[in-house]
Nanobody
Framework: QVQLVESGGGLVQPGGSLRLSCTAS????????MGWFRQAPGKDRDFVAA????????YYANSVRNRFTIARDNAKNTVYLQMNNLGFEDTAVYYC?????????????????WGQGTQVTVSS
């Protein structure tokens, strides 16, 4: 399994932006599809976005489509989540995940490596 470390979380005002990063080690990063999930207090962990190992196919939750962008840099073993126009509902711990699969990337169970999470708080 690959080891994942997220960074870039923090406190931001409504309408602001953040970019999360997730750096992988211990595996061939370019062969992993990557996902971002989030979990708000008292709620389930939900799918946010995913990118196929090929770097071309991307998937988004309806709630973040047109606001968030997932991208990867295989040379840096890193996947990014650019988050724009953040709202209170985006407050959560954001988790990065990795899988060798190329389908079913919206599901939690597709992933077998997870990061420790990074907190994103949207507050005025």
């Amino acid at each position: 399994q690959v080891q994942l470390v997220e960074s870039g979380g923090g406190l931001v005002q409504p309408g602001g932006s953040l970019r999360l990063s997730c750096t992988a080690s211990g595996g061939a990063f370019s062969t992993y599809s990557m996902g971002w999930f989030r979990q708000a207090p008292g709620k389930d962990r939900d799918f946010v976005a995913a990118i196929h190992w090929n770097g071309y196919n991307t998937y988004y939750a309806n709630s973040v489509r047109n606001r968030f962008t997932i991208a990867r840099d295989n040379a840096k073993n890193t996947v990014y989540l650019q988050m724009n126009n953040l709202g209170f509902e985006d407050t959560a711990v954001y988790y990065c995940a990795a899988t060798k699969l190329s389908e079913g990337l919206r599901g939690l169970n597709a992933y077998d490596s997870w990061g420790q999470g990074t907190q994103v708080t949207v507050s005025s």
